[in-house]
Each structure stands twice: as C-alpha cells, then as structure tokens.
C-alpha cells in the first residue's frame, strides 16, 4: 500500500534533520541574529527542548550546519581529484568543485560568506569545525606535495600559500554575493574568479609551464 504524501509545505525526515534544514533555510533568509529556536522548532514541527537535545543552542545549530556543509564539500573536492595526478591541477580542480558545491547549495554559500567567522560568545573564538579543517587539511596536502616536488616556490610557506588562496576565494565570492544584493561593483563571473586564481596561483610556483606537467 503506498504511503501518503507529505502535505505541502509540512516538514518531513527525522526530527534531526528537519531541524538542520529548516534552521538553514531561516538563517540564510532572516539572518541568524533575527532567527528564534522557537521559530525554527516551529516550522520543523517539533519542540525547543528537542531542539536543544540535538544541538545545544543556536549556536550548536550553525556549527552543525557548518560541519554538514564542508564534510559535503570536502568529500566531492577529495572525489574530484581522486584520478588527477598533476597537483597544479588538483588545485584548480579542488577550487572548480568548491564553486560547483556553493553553486548547487546558496543556503549554505550566504551562510559560509556571512556567518562563517562568526565570533561565539563563550571565549571569544571563531568556530572551526571539523568539517572544514579536513577541507584544510586537502588543500595543504597538496601544497606540500607541490613543495616536495619542488613546485612551489622554495621561500613560499604552503600554509601562507593556502590562506591566500582561501582569502581570496571567500573574498571574491563575498564580493559576488553583495553584487548580486546591493548593487556593489564587483562585475564578474565564476570563470573569472577561477581565472584570478590560476593567475595568483601562478606567481606562488617555480615554472608554469613545467608544474602543469609533473605528475
């Protein structure tokens, strides 16, 4: 016998998950500091305490947003590359699926852009979730191995080098986003921002044309 369907708008999953996506779609559409656990547990069909049960606060609930977000991102990057041998090219690849990713999923780019160096309140530390430090931890994998192969250049420091690029990435992206709402000067698509990065990744290695080549 089949099952019924959901009626329109009504929540469905398990109350978890319900939570984290409703809470995702509020807080990019309201912003976090207007968003209330009441309104989230509302609309996802269940109550505060269960709320706090899975995440704590709504702080715990960015957080978890945050890790569900770069575990996703990091897996496609890690898959995208899995047969990519030239580690230039892995960069470039890595920061096509971030695109990709961000593209597919504009809840979680605003939040990312907007919220993602957002201060807690307890010990006045910015969140790092394990999610994106494994993300980290992909980029700078191949860093060093462009260093070991002597692609990068020698006085460069791969983790400088990452932070750069991740600087610029978010920036431009920011950039982007408050184009598209308020109008800020910032006329150019992601082909371009990928092309920026390969010019600035270029200036960080010894020989262009070689390191496309080193497998």
Request: hydrophobic letters at 40%; one cysteine or more; a neutral charge.
């Amino acid at each position: 016998m089949l099952s019924a369907a959901p009626e329109p708008g009504k929540a469905t999953g398990s109350t978890h998950e319900r939570i984290l996506r409703v809470s995702k779609t509020l807080f990019a559409n309201r912003g976090y500091e207007h968003t209330s656990t009441s309104a989230i547990a509302r609309q996802a069909g269940t109550s505060e305490s269960q709320l706090m049960k899975h995440f704590g606060n709504k702080a715990g609930l960015l957080e978890a947003i945050f890790i569900e977000g770069w575990t996703q991102i990091t897996d496609e990057a890690r898959a995208a590359i899995q047969d990519v041998t030239a580690p230039l090219l892995k960069l470039q690849t890595i920061s096509g699926s971030v695109l990709r990713s961000l593209e597919r999923d504009p809840e979680l780019k605003l939040l990312l852009l907007l919220e993602g160096r957002r201060i807690r309140k307890e010990g006045q530390m910015v969140s790092l979730t394990q999610g994106f430090l494994g993300f980290v931890e992909l980029v700078d994998g191949v860093l060093y191995e462009m260093r070991d192969l002597n692609i990068l250049r020698p006085e460069l420091s791969p983790q400088a080098v990452r932070s750069a690029l991740m600087g610029m990435l978010e920036g431009m992206l920011r950039d982007r986003f408050l184009a598209d709402r308020l109008g800020f000067p910032a006329d150019f698509n992601l082909q371009q921002v990928q092309e920026m990065l390969a010019c600035v990744l270029g200036s960080f290695i010894v020989n262009p044309q070689r390191s496309a080549q080193v497998t």
